[in-house]
């Protein structure tokens, strides 16, 4: 499967943001999905999963309440839906797809596909 990530951008803080990854190559519904990212000088971090059914999420501490992660497997898409951005949400958020169904795993190394990444700048 190919994922492609899309809908970054500069936003100031408090505002709020969408980002999408598109799948083809294959059903989306075969796959458990997660977002990631990574800033300038870090690690990459976990920051949401879903289930293939969309049923069950999961979402790292520091975005509960103000990320939400869905899905459409109709339009092969999953979505992360962020709110009251904030300067330390800055860096570039990658998509992936996890060959188990039921995963919400917050591990990279349980990802098999990943996409190429989208810019995502809070900055006032």
């Known amino acids: 499967v190919q994922l492609q990530a899309s809908g970054g951008g500069s936003v100031n803080p408090g505002d709020s943001l969408r980002i999408s990854c598109a799948a083809s190559?294959?059903?989306?519904?075969?796959?458990?999905m997660g977002w990631f990212r990574q800033a300038p000088g870090k690690e990459r971090e976990f920051v949401a999963a879903v289930v293939w059914s969309g049923t069950m999420t999961s979402l790292a501490d520091s975005v509960k309440g103000r990320f939400t992660i869905s899905r459409d497997n109709a339009k092969n898409t999953v979505y992360l839906q962020m709110n009251s951005l904030k300067p330390e949400d800055t860096a570039v958020y990658y998509c992936?797809?996890?060959?188990?169904?039921?995963?919400?795993?917050?591990?990279?190394?349980?990802?098999?596909?990943w996409g190429q990444g989208t810019q995502v700048t809070v900055s006032s």
């Open positions: 190559g294959g059903p989306l519904s075969s796959y458990a």
């Open positions: 992936a797809a996890s060959g188990h169904p039921y995963s919400r795993s917050s591990s990279p190394s349980d990802y098999a596909y």
